[in-house]
């Protein structure tokens, strides 16, 4: 665990540095943000019992850059450095460092001219917990369009792959004979939209919605009836000595979000968002969280 705690600091101080160039490149803009979460379902478990809430901090450091590929088409490339710490479920906290890249086109001129887009990432995990550690991946389509000044929306389709570093079937081959090691591998696909409409000069409301089909991971106590309906399992102590992770495939989850912008400065905002997931898994194993995030962002 010490060798853990020292990379997760050795990712807060690259967070730290990221912003550093922009100062001598122009075109490179970077943005902080610092935040905190409050899950009443961090491990996406059905019965009560098993279900764990708790509250991280959070920090993210960032930089991107934009140019000109095409009339009315420009690109984007950047870095972004993660940490995640939770208060109570260490093994959980994490930090991350990914890169990513996205192209978008303006079909026409003007404020209101609707728009397209295509964005891609990818992102090592490291966790406190080794069966935690993964690179994670998404590509996304979407395509929106400015109503008014104050009303901007957009919809799109959503790809994400997680691949899961260390497989627990190496280590302990006779646990669980047929069952996949690597729980924390999953993929999935969803419809999303997007609403945002500014209040005046300072506030603004944020909407979203989202339908996602796939895998999901449940972390619980020992269960038959969801270890029948899993497909990979592995210890998580991240979530207790005695919680298993399985891997549940044919999940569908419904997102529901809502929150607040408001400026406190020309570069600075405070966000609040709540969110509602509704996971519901073949074989009666449904569960549902809900994330409270608030987050200080400042754009350079």
Same mark, same amino acid.
């Given at each position: ?87 109570? =479920? ?57 109503? =008014? ?152």
């Amino acid at each position: 665990m010490a060798g853990k705690g020292g990379k997760l600091r050795a990712v807060c101080v690259l967070s730290a540095a990221l912003a550093l160039p922009c100062g001598a490149h122009a075109q490179w803009t970077a943005q902080y943000e610092l935040g905190l979460v409050h899950d009443t379902n961090l491990s996406r478990a059905q019965s009560p019992e098993d279900q764990i809430k708790d509250t991280a901090v959070t920090a993210r450091a960032a930089i991107a850059r934009a140019f000109p590929i095409a009339d009315y088409a420009d690109a984007t490339v950047g870095v972004d450095a993660r940490l995640t710490r939770y208060r109570a =479920s260490h093994g959980a906290s994490f930090a991350s460092l990914g890169v990513n890249a996205g192209a978008r086109r303006k079909l026409g001129l003007g404020l209101t001219a609707p728009w397209i887009a295509v964005d891609g990432s990818a992102a090592y995990e490291d966790a406190r917990e080794d069966i935690r550690d993964g690179m994670r991946y998404a590509v996304s389509f979407s395509a929106g369009k400015r109503f =008014s000044p104050n009303l901007d929306a957009s919809v799109g389709f959503a790809y994400d792959r997680r691949v899961q570093r260390k497989s627990y079937a190496e280590e302990d081959e006779d646990e669980a004979p047929g069952y996949g090691g690597k729980p924390f591998s999953v993929q999935g696909r969803s419809l999303f939209a997007r609403v945002n409409y500014t209040l005046g000069e300072r506030a603004g409301l944020i909407g979203a919605a989202a339908l996602r089909h796939g895998d999901v991971v449940s972390s619980t106590r020992r269960n038959f009836v969801i270890f029948s309906g899993s497909n990979a399992i592995a210890d998580d102590p991240a979530m207790g000595p005695d919680f298993i992770a399985y891997r549940l495939s044919g999940a569908s989850t419904r997102t529901l979000t809502g929150g607040i912008s408001w400026s406190l400065a020309s570069r600075t905002a405070l966000e609040a968002t709540l969110t509602k997931d509704d996971t519901t898994v073949p074989g009666g194993l449904d569960y549902s969280a809900v994330i409270f995030v608030l987050t200080l962002i400042h754009r350079q």
